[in-house]
Structures are given as C-alpha cells and as structure tokens.
C-alpha cells in the first residue's frame, strides 16, 4: 500500500475526476461515515492519539466551557475595529518608537483566534 508520492501525483494529474487510489477511497469512506453518523475527529490533549466523537458531545463541552469561563460570545469579529485603534495610537505616539519602525508593530492581516477543544482522555468526565 506504499505508493511513490511521485506515482500518486502523476496518477492523480492524468485522470483527476476519477481517484482509485486506496488511500483516497479509504479517505472518502472515513468522511462519508463520520458524516452519516454526525461525527468527528479531534485531537486528545495529552499525547499523539485522535479522538472520534458525537459533533453534538464535542459541541456542548465547548459551549460548557464557554458559559462556565464567563466568556462573552459575538457575532460580530471586532479585530478590525481593534487594529484601528492600535493604529492610531501607535501613529500618534512621539516616544513608543521611531517613526520609521511603527510599521513593525502593525499586524498586516489581524485574525480573530478560533477555538479548538482537544480531548482530555487522562480526566473523569
């Protein structure tokens, strides 16, 4: 079942609407079933091993922690407004840093974070 990557990419250019390969088909079995049976995979937290689990279980343990951590949700992403601001005041202060480094202080494409639950498996509960 080793495949020369080389083999794979030829193979896969000369006929691209049809995959035969056995990793493709085992691939596309793997997502087909997780997806019949509303599930997914996620990574567990302590060690190199993956986790497959209801998408309803995994959902309602990250709205747990959300509500339990007094976290505030949004609909809206504020990144924006808050690099403006960053600007602005980095632009309008004479001792920060020189004039011309300011520009290395400024994130170019700011990026609010998304939140990823790892699977603790060493915990009870």
């Given at each position: 079942?080793?495949?020369?990557?080389?083999?794979?990419?030829?193979?896969?250019?000369?006929?691209?609407?049809?995959?035969?390969?056995?990793?493709?088909?085992?691939?596309?079995?793997?997502?087909?079933?997780?997806?019949?049976?509303?599930?997914?995979?996620?990574?567990?937290?302590?060690?190199?091993?993956?986790?497959?689990?209801p998408t309803q279980?995994?959902?309602?343990?990250?709205?747990?922690?959300?509500?339990?951590?007094?976290?505030?949700?949004?609909?809206?992403d504020p990144t924006n407004t808050f690099?403006?601001?960053?600007?602005?005041?980095?632009?309008?202060?004479?001792?920060?840093?020189?004039?011309?480094?300011?520009?290395?202080?400024?994130?170019?494409?700011?990026?609010?974070?998304?939140?990823?639950?790892?699977?603790?498996?060493?915990?009870?509960?």
């Amino acid at each position: 079942m080793a495949y020369c990557l080389h083999t794979l990419q030829q193979n896969n250019n000369s006929n691209p609407t049809h995959d035969t390969h056995p990793e493709t088909r085992l691939m596309n079995s793997i997502k087909s079933k997780l997806k019949k049976n509303n599930a997914m995979i996620a990574r567990e937290d302590k060690g190199n091993s993956i986790v497959i689990l209801p998408t309803q279980q995994y959902e309602s343990t990250i709205q747990d922690f959300l509500h339990g951590n007094n976290f505030i949700t949004t609909t809206r992403d504020p990144t924006n407004t808050f690099q403006t601001e960053i600007k602005n005041t980095i632009k309008q202060s004479k001792t920060l840093s020189p004039s011309d480094s300011k520009w290395k202080y400024i994130n170019l494409n700011p990026s609010a974070p998304s939140i990823k639950g790892l699977i603790k498996l060493h915990k009870l509960g």
